[in-house]
Structures are given as structure tokens and as C-alpha cells.
């Protein structure tokens, strides 16, 4: 059999899981009877164009405890990028460039693991081949600690983040309770769009902890005046009252809550920063209580050393999954998650076409997100705690977690 190359990128932004994926793919490959060298392209889709390349099947075999550190290794092996390609008929040279890369390293399936965005890169490119004739299978590996992207179940690294976020309200509980005054703790967590992050807070709740005791999502339009009046409420109740909040929620005319409306990334997003401490000073000055706000930002997508298991786990069973997709001729896709039962928690995978998932978000059912809009309901739990279970073997030295090395990173291109 004349068996082809593979190359695989990532893109977007870093999870505790989307190594395990890129693991996953080099042991497909290396099981595939259809290819041969897996190549990985530095820096998203921009190292293809600026022949920034590895050979992942050379690196890897020189050390087989490589794969293990790799899958639980944080954030990108590979580097990522924000770079999104024009509309060939606008432009079709970096589509000229990528296929002629193709074509130099003799490139059977292209792999491009990532969320939203990465997606659509992998629309632009399916369309583009099948426009020259390309015999190149272009496949999408879903990873994103928002959870949005559609036609899956659930991405891989929104479990560990999930994790992360509730072991982290439940040590800010223990942090809050001990003090016998009024006080109010906002976090600020990750979601510009779609609530299920932010929902995962409500997995701290166990027999004696109640807290997060207010979940803003920004499938619901948040009312400062409701939101005080929620607080004020429980202020009576109780000493302590702990908020879990999106950064995207918004108001009733659209508008983000302390959004820098002048920064945008490259595919047009808003740049997020700040409602938690908005609302902070909201609750200082109407209520006059103690109140702090935590943004806890980046931590909730590069804690591998409180990565799930489960999400591990299926993060790699995608990657070695796209490469038999490939194989068997599938292209224009992106693989899947079908869950087949809660209890006991099962899946299968599979594979939708990418022109159902690009430039689509998922958002919280909203069944799932209580009446009054400020909490969430038992079935989003149901579906949240498998998703947290099980463990990361991540390997200490010097008191510290043993990572992958990626210094080549630091180079310049």
C-alpha cells in the first residue's frame, strides 16, 4: 500500500486536554495502515504557510516516555494562533501556499485541533480542496473549555476546566466561611457566549457547602437591579454569599456587562475583562458590605495537574479516531462525542459534517437554567459530573509537575 503523511496543528485557545488529542493522532497514525509520518505545524495553520514544521513520529520515537508526558502536558505542544484565513474567493493565496506544502510533504489528512474558530478554518480549507480537486482529508478535533461547539455531546478540555473551576469554588467557600460577617465573594469565570463553564461552579455543592449560591449565565439578560436584589436576599439568610458569573453576560439591549468594546481579536470577538470587579464595586456602593471579586482567567484552562481523567481519556480517543475517519475517506468533518448513557456514563464516537459545527455556538438548554435565571437546574448537573471524574498520573520532580519541554516555541519563525 502507498501510504501517505499526516499533519496536524492546533489552534485557539490552550486546555488541560488538547495534548492528550494530539497524542491521540500520533498513535493513529502509527496504527494507521494508510499513513506513514505525522507531521506537526507550529503555530496553528500559520506554521504550515511559514514552513514551520516538526516530525512528530521521529521526536516521539526517541523517547517512549514522550506520549505520557505529552498527554498530560498543559496548553499547546504545538503552539496556537488567531489567524483566519479570507474567503478564497477573495484571496486563495495562503490556500495556494497550504496545498503546496501538502503536496511537499506528501500530506494525506490534515488534522486541525481546536474550537469555534479553528473550525472554521477547517470549513475554508474542505471547501478550497474539494474546489482544486485535492485527494487531502481535512478533519476537525473539537477542543474548547467552552463547550459551544455544536453536533458533540461535550469538548474535550471543558471537563478539566469544569474540574478546576469547581475544586476552586469550593476552596474559596472554605476561604469565605471562616469570617462571621457579611460578605459577598464575586468570580469571574470564562464564557463570552455560552453559560456551561460557568454552571460547572455548581459541582462544588456538596452536604455542607451551598455555595455558589448565585450562577449568572449570559444565555439569560442579567438586570443589575434583580442581581442586588438576589444578593441583598441571602444577606439575610446567611453571612456569606458566593457568585459565580460569566464574563459575557449582558443586558437587556445586548450589551456586555464592562466589555472593552474597543479591543477585538482577529475574528471579530470582543475582548472580555472586568465584570466581576463591575459588579463588585455595584455591591460595595448599593449594599455597603465587605465584597471582593476573583477573576480567575487562564487557570481554569491550564491546571493539568487537576485534569480529568475522563476528559483525557476521550480528548486522545478523538485524536486516534480523526485518523481512522481519514483512512476510511471522510473529510469536510469534525469528530464527535455521543453520550449513550448518564448512569453509567458511556459514549461512542462518530462524526458530523463541519459545515453544521463552523460558525455555529452551543448555548445552555434553557431547561437547564433556573426560572428566575440565576441558577442552574439538577439535569445540567446530571450532565456536568461525569465529565470532572477520575484523575490526572501527573509525574513530580523538584515539588514540581514534569511537563513537556517546548522551548521551540520561543523561537523565532
Known amino acids: ?208 457547602n451551598t455555595a455558589p449560591h448565585l450562577i449568572y449565565l449570559p444565555e439569560v439578560i442579567f438586570d443589575p437591579e434583580d442581581f442586588l436584589l438576589d444578593v441583598k436576599r441571602l444577606l439575610y439568610e446567611r453571612n456569606n454569599v458566593i457568585v459565580a458569573v460569566s464574563e459575557g453576560i449582558r443586558d437587556a439591549d445586548g450589551n456586555y456587562i464592562s466589555a472593552s468594546e474597543q479591543t477585538h481579536d482577529t475574528f471579530g470577538h470582543s475582548q472580555l475583562s472586568g465584570v466581576g470587579k463591575t459588579l463588585e464595586f455595584l455591591v460595595k456602593e448599593k449594599l455597603g458590605v465587605k465584597v471582593r471579586s476573583v477573576e480567575i482567567n487562564v487557570l481554569q484552562r491550564c491546571a493539568a495537574h487537576l485534569a480529568s481523567r475522563t476528559d483525557l481519556d476521550e480528548a486522545a480517543a478523538l485524536g486516534r479516531k480523526a485518523v481512522a475517519l481519514a483512512g476510511e475517506g471522510v473529510t469536510a468533518s469534525m469528530v464527535t462525542i455521543r453520550r449513550t448513557s448518564n448512569a453509567p456514563y458511556t459514549v461512542t464516537y462518530g462524526h458530523a459534517e463541519i459545515r453544521h459545527i463552523a460558525n455555529e455556538a452551543k448555548s445552555i438548554p434553557p431547561e437547564w437554567i433556573s426560572p428566575a435565571g440565576n441558577d442552574v437546574t439538577q439535569p445540567l448537573v446530571d450532565y456536568l459530573t461525569p465529565l470532572i471524574q477520575g484523575e490526572s498520573n501527573v509525574t513530580y520532580e523538584n515539588g514540581l509537575p514534569v511537563y513537556m519541554d517546548v522551548s521551540h516555541l520561543a523561537k523565532h519563525p
Open 1 to 208: 500500500m502507498n501510504q501517505k503523511n499526516c499533519m496536524v496543528a492546533q489552534s485557539g485557545g490552550p486546555t488541560a486536554a488538547i495534548n492528550a488529542s494530539l497524542c491521540g493522532v500520533i498513535e493513529g497514525v502509527a496504527a494507521s495502515e494508510h499513513y506513514d509520518t505525522v507531521y506537526g505545524s507550529l503555530n496553528g495553520i500559520t506554521g504550515i504557510l511559514n514552513d514551520r514544521i516538526l516530525d512528530l513520529t521521529e521526536l516521539m520515537s526517541e523517547n517512549p516516555d514522550y506520549m505520557d508526558r505529552l498527554a498530560r502536558t498543559p496548553a499547546m505542544f504545538l503552539g496556537s494562533c488567531r489567524c483566519r484565513l479570507p474567503d478564497y474567493l477573495d484571496d486563495d493565496s495562503p490556500y495556494v501556499s497550504v496545498f503546496r506544502q501538502f503536496e511537499r510533504y506528501d500530506i494525506g489528512a490534515f488534522f486541525y485541533i481546536g474550537g469555534n474558530d479553528s473550525m472554521d478554518t477547517v470549513l475554508k480549507l474542505s471547501e478550497y480542496g474539494r474546489k482544486i480537486g485535492s485527494p487531502v482529508r481535512v478533519i476537525g478535533i473539537p477542543k474548547t473549555i467552552d463547550n459551544d461547539l455544536c453536533e458533540t455531546d461535550h469538548t474535550p478540555g471543558f471537563g478539566s476546566a469544569a474540574k478546576y473551576i469547581a475544586a476552586s469554588l469550593l476552596e474559596i467557600a472554605h476561604d469565605t466561611f471562616i469570617y462571621a460577617v457579611n460578605s459577598v465573594t464575586i468570580v469571574e469565570i470564562m464564557g463570552r457566549d455560552a453559560g456551561w463553564l460557568t454552571a460547572a461552579a455548581a459541582l462544588a455543592r456538596n452536604e455542607y
